[in-house]
């Protein structure tokens, strides 16, 4: 129950007590001196940095932070890393890199650029893929006015003005109109060294009547290394274009994730979003979608198995601002030991919005008694031409499931693991890349402990 | 099951007093009655705020928010609206030291 | 002294716009309220010391607690623009013929004779803050049944009172539990001893009449293991220019294997804020159901909950509420699994229009080791204009897995296709319309005693044909 809190779980007083030597004042100066940028880009960087230190005196959003419980996160232990030859040659054992054939590449470990590959034949046609840092500053014309100016902003709370004003770099693609790619870009975002933080940014344009496949990832070199990464992904999809962006995140149990995810749906255009929550020690996700434009789509995916003592938390909305747009979220979670999933949803629907269909639905799946869910849909409608819906469920394997596998000779453990299968069944099929249904599917079976 | 770890100094705390700290990840309220000390999760089970700026009687903590009260000893809820006991913390002085751990 | 309503008001017909003179009064508290005030309630009740303590205790909690900042907007509630107390008569009357005139007739305008005849046990009136008339059947005395208003209650029946009295809503649970804790006057307090079933249902009426009144009711029922009683509370409240504060509390507790219904109609004018607080615990093989409509005021925000605290206990929560125009509906139901083997369900049905505003906001909470309980909640919601709005907030906290826990809710508005059916068989589209919104809440009107119903389906009639509120 929305119980009024007078007592945000992040007050000020604390907030001042663990204000982050790598992240103050003289650090953030110190840093922009490492960055060879345009005015530009630095000018907006020294506004994000002073919204940060305002909002770091402010409570956070009730709403959105009261079931994630921050006392225990210290910005303090955590420092953005200079390029090492190291870096670049960390190994990850990458979900997805040996899965499918990509017409390009793009790796950041530890924040920094270790690697840029596009096929020729892409390039050609004007396709952009690469590190943002080089990129923005290459291109101003293209990506300073999509930049953190409408889909992710650095206004929205501490943690995107921090973002704002220390992003490093981040995986950027940009495509110029009718070009379609038809095979997957990669994107791999790594930390390798203990302590480091990540402040990679995506940034994912797409102008009219284009199309392309993204498949990134978060990995971490050493299992048992603390990390964290304070991210944001843009995805601007141009009338009547198609994207297909996924994100895994699977950072180690000892990293902290928070994200900023914004896509904006322009006109006859279509998005498909999938996000895999596999890893991190508390991973909070504050994910938008906005159809902007008539007839706009957007499918939403999310596969989250949380285990140990993992927080996985995701605050989503979908917002309608025009007619006949649809938006379709589905979000599948198993929880085991001690873990907890929270996900809070909104669908929003303006006036203008009517013929609006919008959907959202959460499923959580308890293996053990320890495990806790929380799941918070929401409607906001303010157009009566609409038809929304939304639904939870959460509850256990059924036994007699179990029952019925066992009969037919499988242990409880392999009945678990087909039930547990069956349950991501659903949104699995709502991902046509292979490589991506396979990955999730191996993941999950590792973590469920059927190693193969 | 993890070890004792150091939370505070007892001359930190006076009879009465309390100190906000983590143990085992977890954040706590470390509470001081008497010679005696408590540790409980600082998390009310009612509403999953914070009790750290809960009244304190006796051995009887008070959510702030709605009036829940709380047994520190044992957790044990005492009145509406909560009905979940709040998780307590083993605790070991030694000397000047306030240890504590998670219970089983 | 009796004034035009229409002209004071100037909002059109009001089907119960009417008051009476309100120099019957005989006692008014000055507006506003303070310690001194309390005190003067407290004095005038010739209470206990303990419940003056208490009040005092809950006001200084009142004053410290902030407005909260969720639900309905409650910027334009002035507290000290209100009078809290207000006694229209002195003592209880046992018969129709000895209570005041005007009185008498405000009743024989809702129909309260009929009523008694046909289906009533007894009925407690409640008249500006106490209740002036009450008729307990016989056999239910001889029962042992106790039927009485609370003030009454608190000195017949002190050990009884004070065993239950704000254990399930203590003053500190939310600032208008505070308030209504200080300045609590009349409600209904029910004792059903075990095995005792009562066949029909036992009501109360409320009105508020003056300006800036308050109603304060306190609720308290107990039904002993195996006992069953439904109650029925239904008011109606005449339109007035300035704004008016009911924050009543409800507080039930049903035993072992007893029953306990408890239906509610609202329909304060649309210059109320209802602010309300009600709660139930369920023992082991229980059943407490909440019936709830809610189609006044301008703004009600309230969530009956139920604590399942026993094996075996079952709670169920039937809610409809009507935004109309200026009108916001924040409403819904909380259901609280403490035990294992329990189960719940929530059905809502909401409906706005004309601009108004129809929320629902509930919370299924499943506490560990509450194994193989089952939830099932759906929440409906027609929005029958391009003004108005609908809004769905769901609270669902799991924290064991052998449960099975269901929630959905669909917003839209009329289906075309069933409109062109109903229109092509020659009702108009107001007829079609209202024949629909009538359809949508029907689950829930069959619960409702039969007069209850008949008021319910000819009042959506008049806010389909737009010629209320």
Same mark, same amino acid.
């Given at each position: /129950? ?55 005196? =402010? ?31 960390? =190994?990850?054992?990458? !979900? ?24 020729? %034949? ?22 300073? +006015? ?28 940009? @495509? ?14 790594? &930390? ?38 304070? #991210? ?59 159809? $902007? ?51 809070? #949803? ?30 918070? +849909? ?27 596998? /066992? ?32 990955? &999730? ?12 | ?104 | ?6 002209? $004071? ?56 607690? +902030? ?6 907007? !409650? ?17 209880? *009357? ?56 609370? $003030? ?42 075990? #095995? ?20 304060? *009711? ?24 300035? *704004? ?31 602010? @309300? ?26 969530? +009956? ?100 826990? %269901?929630? *959905? ?13 109903? /229109? ?23 619960? &409702? ?11 959506? %009639?008049?806010?389909?044909? #737009?010629?209320?509120?």
């Amino acid at each position: /129950m929305p119980a009024p809190s007078t007592a945000p779980i992040s007050t000020a007083s604390a907030a001042r007590e663990r204000r982050p030597s790598a992240f103050d004042r003289a650090a953030f100066e110190a840093f922009l001196t490492t960055r060879n940028e345009p005015g530009w880009i630095t000018d907006a960087r020294r506004k994000a940095f002073d919204l940060y230190a305002q909002k770091l005196d =402010e409570p956070l959003d009730p709403e959105e932070f009261k079931r994630v419980d921050l006392r225990a996160f210290r910005p303090d232990d955590y420092r953005l890393i200079p390029s090492t030859a190291a870096a670049a040659s960390a =190994e990850f054992a990458s !979900l997805l890199a040996d899965r499918a054939r990509f017409a390009g590449g793009v790796a950041h470990v530890n924040g920094q650029a270790t690697r840029a590959t596009l096929d020729e %034949e892409l390039s050609r046609q004007g396709v952009l893929f690469g590190d943002l840092a080089t990129l923005a500053r290459e291109h101003r014309a293209i990506f300073e +006015p999509h930049l953190m100016t409408r889909a992710v902003r650095p206004e929205t709370n501490r943690f995107s003005a921090w973002h704002a004003a220390f992003w490093t770099g981040g995986t950027v693609l940009y @495509v110029p109109r009718r070009v379609e790619i038809t095979e997957p870009l990669h994107s791999l975002i790594g &930390l390798s060294e203990a302590g480091a933080a990540d402040f990679s940014h995506t940034l994912v344009i797409l102008e009219e009547d284009s199309s392309a496949t993204l498949l990134e990832e978060t990995a971490s070199a050493h299992a048992d290394a603390p990390g964290l990464h304070v #991210g944001a992904v843009e995805l601007l999809i141009g009338p009547n274009s198609q994207l297909r962006y996924v994100q895994l995140q699977n950072w180690s149990p000892r990293t902290y994730h928070f994200a900023h995810q914004a896509g904006h749906v322009d006109r006859g255009a279509r998005l498909q979003w999938t996000v895999g929550g596999l890893g991190a020690r508390l991973a909070h996700i504050h994910q938008h979608v906005s159809l $902007d434009g008539a007839g706009a789509e957007a499918q939403v995916n999310g596969v989250t198995f949380a285990t140990d003592r993992q927080h996985i938390s995701y605050y989503t909305q979908q917002t309608h601002r025009a007619p006949s747009t649809t938006s379709d979220l589905l979000y599948k979670e198993v929880l085991r030991d001690k873990a907890r999933v929270t996900w809070r #949803g909104m669908i929003k629907v303006e006036k203008a919005a009517q013929k609006t269909d919008g959907y959202q639905r959460s499923d959580a799946l308890l293996l053990s008694s320890t495990a806790r869910a929380d799941s918070i +849909p929401g409607l906001e409608i303010e157009a009566d031409d609409v038809r929304c819906t939304h639904g939870a469920t959460a509850g256990r394997v059924d036994e007699e499931q179990i029952f019925y596998c /066992m009969c037919r000779a499988m242990s409880r453990f392999e009945a678990m693991h087909m039930i547990v299968e069956g349950f991501f069944h659903s949104i699995y099929d709502r991902i046509p890349v292979e490589a991506v249904r396979d990955t &999730l599917s191996k993941t999950v079976e590792r973590k469920l402990g059927i190693g193969r | 099951m993890p070890d004792f770890e150091e939370i505070a100094r007892v001359d930190e705390i006076p009879p009465g007093g309390r100190k906000s700290v983590i143990i085992d990840e977890t954040p706590a309220l470390l509470l001081r009655v008497g010679d005696a000390f408590y540790a409980i999760e600082d998390v009310c089970t009612h509403d999953g705020q914070p009790l750290t700026d809960g009244p304190l009687q006796g051995c009887e903590i008070t959510c702030p928010r709605h009036g829940a009260r709380f047994d520190i000893r044992t957790g044990k809820p005492l009145c509406m609206p909560a009905t979940e006991p709040v998780r307590t913390f083993e605790i070991e002085v030694r000397g000047n030291v306030v240890f504590a751990r998670p219970r089983d | 002294m009796a004034t035009d309503l229409k002209s $004071d008001v100037g909002v059109g017909d009001y089907q119960y716009g009417f008051h009476d003179p309100t120099d019957q009064y005989v006692f008014k508290s000055r507006k506003g309220l303070d310690e001194a005030i309390v005190r003067q309630i407290s004095e005038m009740k010739n209470e206990p010391a303990w419940m003056t303590e208490f009040r005092l205790e809950a006001l200084k909690i009142f004053f410290q607690k +902030p407005m909260p900042t969720w639900g309905g907007n !409650l910027a334009d509630l002035n507290f000290q623009d209100i009078f809290y107390f207000v006694r229209a008569s002195e003592g209880q *009357e046992r018969d129709w013929s000895e209570v005041p005139e005007d009185i008498r007739k405000t009743y024989d305008r809702l129909g309260i004779p009929e009523a008694e005849k046909k289906y009533l046990a007894g009925v407690k009136a409640q008249y500006e803050s106490e209740v002036v008339y009450g008729s307990l059947k016989e056999d239910l005395a001889n029962k042992g049944v106790i039927f009485t208003d609370t $003030d009454s209650a608190l000195k017949d029946h002190p050990e009884l009172f004070r065993e239950y009295f704000a254990t399930i809503i203590p003053s500190s649970d939310n600032k208008f539990a505070a308030l209504n804790s200080a300045v609590w006057s009349g409600g209904s307090f029910i004792y059903v001893p075990k #095995g005792v079933h009562i066949d029909f249902p036992l009501q109360a009426y409320f009105r508020i009449n003056s300006e800036n009144m308050g109603q304060f *009711e306190r609720t308290l029922i107990i039904v002993d293991e195996g006992a069953s009683v439904h109650y029925v509370e239904g008011c109606t409240a005449p339109t007035y220019s300035s *704004e008016s504060l009911h924050s009543a509390v409800v507080e039930i507790i049903v035993k072992r294997n007893a029953r306990c219904r408890y239906t509610t109609i609202q329909n304060w004018s649309s210059n109320v804020y209802n602010l @309300v607080t009600k709660r139930a615990v369920a023992y082991a093989d229980s059943v407490m159901e909440w019936v709830d409509g809610n189609l006044g005021s301008k703004l009600t925000m309230k969530y +009956p909950a139920i604590y399942l605290m026993e094996p075996g206990a079952r709670g169920e929560t039937l809610s409809i509420a009507f935004a109309g125009k200026g009108q916001h509906q924040d409403a819904g139901a909380k259901m609280v699994h403490c035990a294992p083997h329990t189960s719940s369900r929530i059905v809502s049905k909401s409906i706005s229009k004309s601009g108004g505003r129809a929320s629902y906001r509930g919370l299924v909470k499943v506490n560990r080791d509450a194994k193989e309980c089952k939830s099932n909640v759906v929440c409906d919601a027609l929005i029958l204009d391009p003004t108005s709005r609908s809004d769905t907030y769901p609270y669902i906290e799991v924290e064991e897995d052998q449960v099975s826990i %269901e929630h *959905e809710a669909s917003v839209s508005k009329i289906a075309e296709e069933q409109l062109f059916y109903l /229109m092509s068989r020659g009702l108009s589209e107001t007829e079609a319309s209202s024949m629909i919104v009538t359809g949508f809440i029907e689950p829930l009107v069959k619960e &409702l005693p039969m007069e209850y119903a008949v008021e319910m389906n000819r009042l959506i %009639e008049l806010q389909m044909e #737009g010629s209320v509120g």
